[in-house]
C-alpha cells in the first residue's frame, strides 16, 4: 500500500492563479481532511469528507474548495492564490476517525 | 475554539534521560486522544492513541487525566531518534460528525543529544 499520496511536492504560485492539490489514498479509508500547517501554528482544519460525495468546512475554509468524487480521491482547490495561502498542506484519511488518521508527506505551497 | 495547549520547550536532554511532555485541552467532552510525532519538515506521524487507563508503548507511555482535561507522554531511556517535535492531538467533531476534526497542540520540540 502506498497510503495517502500527495502531488506536487513543491509549488509556487503568483498572486491569483488557481490550482489543484492532489490526495488520493489505497487504504479505503471513508474520511479524509485537508490540513494547513504556518510557522507558530497547530494544523488547522481547511475541508473535510466523511465518504465520496459527502464534504464540509473546516476551521479555515476560506479561499479553497474540495469535492469527492471516489472514495480514494480528495483534490483541494485554490480558487485565486493568495500570500496568506503560503502554507505546508497535508492531506490525512481515517476509517472512522477515532482511531487517528494517516497522513500524507505534505504539499509545500508559495504564492508570490 | 476548541483549543489545545503545550509547553513549545525545547527540551534538550542527554541519551538515556526521561522526559516527560503534558498537554491540556478546552473540551471537556472530547473522547479520543493521540500523541504524533513530526520530523523536520515531515508529515505528522501517529506515536500512540491515549486511553483513560493509561498505555504503554516500549519505552513510551501515555496517560490521560479527564477531570483534568490534562494529557501527557513520558518517554524513557532517550535516543536520538527521539529528537522530533511531538504534538498533542485531540479529536473533534467538525459539525455533527465525530472524528472529523483534529485539533492540534502548537508541538513541543525534543533535541536528544549524545
Known amino acids: 500500500n502506498a497510503g495517502v499520496t500527495q502531488t506536487p511536492k513543491f509549488q509556487v504560485l503568483k498572486t491569483g492563479q488557481s490550482m489543484t492539490l492532489q490526495c488520493a489514498q489505497d487504504m479505503n479509508h471513508e474520511y479524509m481532511s485537508w490540513y494547513r500547517q504556518d510557522p507558530g501554528m497547530g494544523l488547522r482544519l481547511i475541508h473535510y469528507s466523511v465518504g465520496a460525495g459527502i464534504t464540509d468546512q473546516g476551521e479555515v475554509p476560506n479561499g479553497y474548495n474540495v469535492s469527492r468524487s471516489t472514495t480514494e480521491d480528495f483534490p483541494l482547490r485554490l480558487l485565486s492564490a493568495a500570500p496568506s495561502q503560503t502554507s505546508v498542506y497535508f492531506c490525512?484519511?481515517?476509517?472512522?476517525?477515532?482511531?487517528?488518521?494517516?497522513f500524507g508527506s505534505g504539499t509545500r505551497l508559495t504564492v508570490v | 475554539r476548541k483549543e489545545v495547549e503545550q509547553d513549545p520547550g525545547p527540551f534538550n536532554v542527554p541519551e538515556g534521560a526521561t522526559v516527560a511532555f503534558n498537554c491540556t485541552y478546552s473540551?471537556?467532552?472530547?473522547?479520543?486522544f493521540f500523541w504524533y510525532r513530526q520530523d523536520c519538515r515531515k508529515e505528522p506521524k501517529l506515536l500512540m492513541s491515549?486511553?483513560?487507563s493509561g498505555n504503554e508503548d516500549g519505552r513510551f507511555t501515555a496517560q490521560l487525566n479527564r477531570a483534568s482535561q490534562y494529557i501527557s507522554l513520558l518517554i524513557r531511556d532517550s535516543k536520538l531518534s527521539d529528537s522530533a517535535t511531538y504534538l498533542c492531538v485531540v479529536n473533534e467533531e467538525a459539525g455533527n460528525q465525530a472524528g472529523t476534526a483534529l485539533i492540534f497542540g502548537k508541538g513541543t520540540t525534543l533535541s536528544v543529544s549524545s
Open positions: 490525512a484519511s481515517s476509517t472512522t476517525g477515532i482511531y487517528g488518521y494517516t
Open positions: 473540551n471537556s467532552a472530547s473522547q479520543s
Open positions: 491515549v486511553y483513560s
